[in-house]
């Protein structure tokens, strides 16, 4: 029993280091940018190909092919911050966060074109050697990671404290403003900062790579989450803590993977990152006066607002929002609920009800990170628990839709109560990411708990919506159920704008300006708060509820923090706060694949370019921020 304790103590310091690495270059760039850069896995997986294709095709000696890998990644992290980000310094704090992950949607994309998403076989250069310790053991390629791990970490502290060039960028992390007037180039501060990020991501990739002897390209997000939750768990501001942040993780999961069940590494690490989150939001070695995120002007009281909006609440008010009174969403359903008679393209109607659900779902993302001003990172959860509640009652109990419906969407609302209560102390970026821990915890759920969600083997055979108050009346065809969607989203939406433009919204977008005024006004902010997460759990329940017996079928995959980011990208472009642009984001964007469905393999990366080119020209999102 010590021996297995052992093992997996090493083989989780190996593991560790590679999140370490990932989790400094998540550092260097909040440090110097006050950004959270969601490509940083993009250029992790870039970093593993590029060596793989190198030593595959070029037939170069791993070293060296590794050493290109590097300096290629380091080059596209510095265009990346020159290309995508400096263009948007002026723009809403959420833009450039958004450019990041529409870059990273792009990298992906093309991955899957040039290399295929199939996995493929990393190839070794050596024989695999393993070292015996007792009962415990040690292979080369942990060795191969702990040394270049190491060297990797300790190189780079010593860049930051010994060199001119590495004070500097650790001056502009303290204070921005004093470096530039004292004649430092900060934009090539920020230059260097992301070239640095991107040659840690493309090492970490490598050693990765040689560590689990395959390269795909959807690992840059998995590994990227976990470098980020390193960063956090240490302190995303600190150096040292990076290192024993990624350290404890990898600690944590493998100690949970050998006596719990591999299913539960991820459950564990991600626990563990929403408690520290809770008690201790500047990480195990953060810098308090920073408050662990968002600098001086960002997280967790460093403001009395809840919303990393603020700064460009003065910039909305020039920008004007368009908004349909409720009676409009009503009008709007009225007109949709026409296509079934129009055409009966089983296709035609399929897309557009899922259009129609994804704009019930964007408005519930809408609601709580645009009218409270928690962005929320982790609402797919949400999605989910509405749509295994349906499937769960429904296939399994029978229940009819009249009762299964409310009681999805209700269930649903209490879970989204439950996982707010440990962020009420939260604010700014810290209550962000903890949504974002919530998510993933929520997936992981999903995936594990198989006596009732089945897990990998997905819920099936969801029984077709039947109305008990109409004798029984099955809605099996997809005309059928189009019409059950128009109506639910439709009334869904009108309650819901009539809510924001009543008192109720008022005070909400009150606490997202300023939390401590509305507490000085007497208001029970923490009530309110819950009520938003409530309310937004609610329309994330009745989505997901109404996606389940469209789709017949409940998979995890539908539920991931991937598709989290993208739910809160599609209500940015639409416009924060604004439930119309929300609504009309959500639809649009849910249709624009499947036109482009022509191009397979291209539409991915035409949508990520479309969200930079929105970013770019609208960063208040189409039809205006409220």
Known sequence: ???????????????GQVYALIALGFSLVFGVSNLINFAQGALFMLGAFFAFSGVTLLHLPLPVAALAAVALVTLLGMLLERVALRPLENAPYIAPVLSTLAISIIIDQLAEIVWSPEGQAFPLPFDEVTFFFG?????STDLLIFVFGGAAALGLTWFLSRTWTGRTLRATAQDRDAVAQLGVRT?????????????????????????FKSVFPQMGTPFGLKGFAAALLGGLTSIPGAVLGGLLLGMVETMASAYIGEGFRDLAAFTLLLVFLVFRPCGLLGDRRLDALGGTGGASGAMPSTSILASASSQRGLTRAFELPPWGFLAAGIVLALLPVMTQSAYVLQAVVYGMVFALLVASVTLVSGALGILSIGHAAFYGVGAYALGVLARNYGWPTEVVLPVAALLTAAVAVVTALPLLQLSGHTAALGTLAVGQIGFLIFMTWLPVTRGPMRLVNIPVPRLALLGDLRLATIGQKYWLVALVVALALCVTQRLLNSGVGRVWRGIREDRLAAHAAGLPVRRYILMGFAVSGLLAGLAGALFAYVQGVV??????????????TIAVLGGLGNLTGAALAGFALTLLPELLRSFAEWRMIAYGLVLLLVLRLRPHGLLGAR
């Open 1 to 15: 029993m010590l021996e297995l304790f052992f093992s997996q103590l090493l083989n989780g310091l190996a593991i």
């Open 135 to 139: 009962g415990a053991y040690l292979t």
């Open 555 to 568: 998979s995890p995959e539908s539920f991931t923090v991937q598709g989290s980011i993208l739910l809160l």
């Open 187 to 211: 934009a090539n501060v920020k230059r260097l900062a992301f070239g640095l990020a991107g040659a840690l991501g493309a090492l970490s990739g490598i050693l990765v790579a040689l560590y």
